[in-house]
Structure formats: C-alpha cells, structure tokens
Nanobody, 116 residues
C-alpha cells in the first residue's frame, strides 16, 4: 500500500508559478511511475506529466514548455514546477503513482486556481 500526500496548490495570478509536491510512503513498495494528472470542472481527468524509473518524462501538449516534472533521488517524492500559468490550468491536480507490480495509486488532490 502506498499513500500519497500532495502539497503546494493554491491561488496564483495568470503568468505566475507554482510548485507542487507529492510524497509517497508505505510499508513496502517499488515505484515505477510518478506523475500528475488534473481534472477541471466538466472535464475528464487528463495527464499533465509523468516520470518513470528509467527517467523518461512525458508532458501533455497543453503544458509542454511551461511545466517540469522531477523527483528526488530516493524516488519517493515527485515535483511539478509550473510556470506561466493560465486560467485554463485551473483544476484539481492529482498525484499518481504506479509500482513495479502494477498497482496504481492516487493522491487526494490539490486545488490549483489561476485567476486574477
């Protein structure tokens, strides 16, 4: 079992920046993928960015160039640096983790609101 705790969400002005963090903990696990998804009202949950154990990163086209995903050396914390934020980035952002035994976990979500 893996528990995910997100932090860093909040209100930011258009053009501003936020840094989200997600810390994973559990009795025993081997994380393969860590990432972020988001869901805006009336929209499907969508990929923002992921990073996996080999180090491959992928980004949604809508955030490419404005977002950087990274994780610590222990591979238990994932970060999402978001820059030049737009109102359409407003959503609940969910941390995502999967493990080498194909288990999937979701964080509770953290609200990001981009508004003046």
């Amino acid at each position: 079992q893996v528990q995910l705790v997100e932090s860093g969400g909040g209100l930011v002005q258009p053009g501003g920046s936020l840094r989200l963090s997600c810390a994973a903990s559990g009795r025993k696990f081997s994380i393969y993928t860590m990432g972020w998804y988001r869901q805006a009202p009336g929209k499907q949950r969508e990929l923002v960015a992921t990073i996996n154990t080999p180090g491959y990163r992928n980004y949604a086209d809508s955030v490419k160039g404005r977002v950087t995903i990274s994780r610590d050396n222990a591979e238990t914390t994932v970060y999402l640096e978001m820059n030049r934020l737009r109102p359409e980035d407003t959503a609940v952002y969910y941390c995502y983790v999967d493990t080498t035994d194909y288990r999937q976990y979701w964080g509770q979500g953290t609200q990001v609101t981009v508004s003046s």
